[in-house]
């Protein structure tokens, strides 16, 4: 009741772009949903490359970093961090990720483990101007 | 020649020169007030004073939506001690972007566009404003897209709200002298 007489407070093209931005929106969150699982990890140090791998195959990395390392694992096309020297172990209680946009990240470690989009050979898309 | 307040004029462009002062304030402090209230993210927020500057929209002009907003961000910027830091910029983009698709909705429609429309463009806006700010000032990364439809999402909600108040806002102030004086002089 109290909803219809808000909704009469709207012109039609109020309607119309409240209808289509909130369209939009559905459309942009099932896209990014649906590309489906990522093929490579990256995992940056302080903004360097340091390691590289496909998510197909199962296998752990010890990464290195100012307080330990962190051991990170690949299974099943998922990665998660298993150990960790930091003190809060918020990596950890980040779970698995598996899709592209995704990270996992230990800010004491200075370890950010990423699943880039779909490009080929994992090369992350700088270009010249943002380099 | 020698004005006085009997100058229709002058009495026109001074009633202006005061809304407008007036809205900026309330703007300014509604803006200062939800800085202090507690937030559940920093991303979120209502952004309760662009209510004022669609209320300046709708019952002046365009051009005093722009003084609200701009003296808002500014001075609330200086109020809040933020003035010149990452977050006076986002706060800049985002309200320019908002002003921006508020006033040029409400030309290119006129009156086929009502306050929640306009609102929501300008929230929408002032994500989008925000977003590019962050996107070439701050972080460059590709997860910062997956994010974007959620919070237009938020800001289309967060715009709705506004937008509604506004119309409320707008039917109990409109025909009050004050504002059917103020415009058509545009200062």
Partial sequence: MAVTRLWARLTRLDRAIVLSLLGLCLVGMLRTRSTGPGDWLIVERSGDIVFRARLGSDQSARLSGPIGETLLIVQDGRVRVESSPCRDKVCIGMGEIRFPGELLACVPNRILITIPGVRPEGEVGYDLLSR | ?187
């Avoid at chain 2, 026109?12 to 993210?41: D, G, N």
């Avoid at chain 2, 972007?97 to 929230?123: D, F």
């Fill in chain 2, 1 to 187: 020649m020698i004005s006085s307040a009997g100058d229709p004029d002058r009495l026109c462009r001074t009633r202006r020169r005061l809304v407008l002062a007036l809205f900026a304030a309330i703007a300014i402090a509604l803006h200062a007030i939800e800085f202090l209230l507690p937030s559940p993210t920093p991303w979120f927020r209502l952004g309760v004073a662009n209510l004022v500057a669609l209320l300046a929209l709708f019952l002046i002009d365009g051009r005093a939506a722009w003084s609200v907003n701009l003296t808002r961000i500014i001075a609330g910027a200086l109020l809040l001690g933020s003035f010149l830091s990452p977050r006076f910029f986002l706060s800049l983009s985002g309200g320019i972007v908002a002003t921006l698709a508020m006033t040029g909705s409400r030309r290119l429609a006129g009156e086929r566009i009502g306050p929640v429309g306009v609102s929501v463009l300008g929230a929408v806006g002032h994500t989008l404003g925000q977003f590019v700010c962050v996107w070439f000032v701050l972080i460059r990364h590709d997860g910062l897209w997956s994010l974007l439809p959620l919070l237009v999402l938020f800001s289309v909600g967060a715009g709705l709200f506004n937008g509604l108040v506004a119309s409320y806002l707008i039917d109990s102030l409109q025909g009050h002298p004050v504002f059917t004086k103020a415009q058509g002089d545009g200062e």
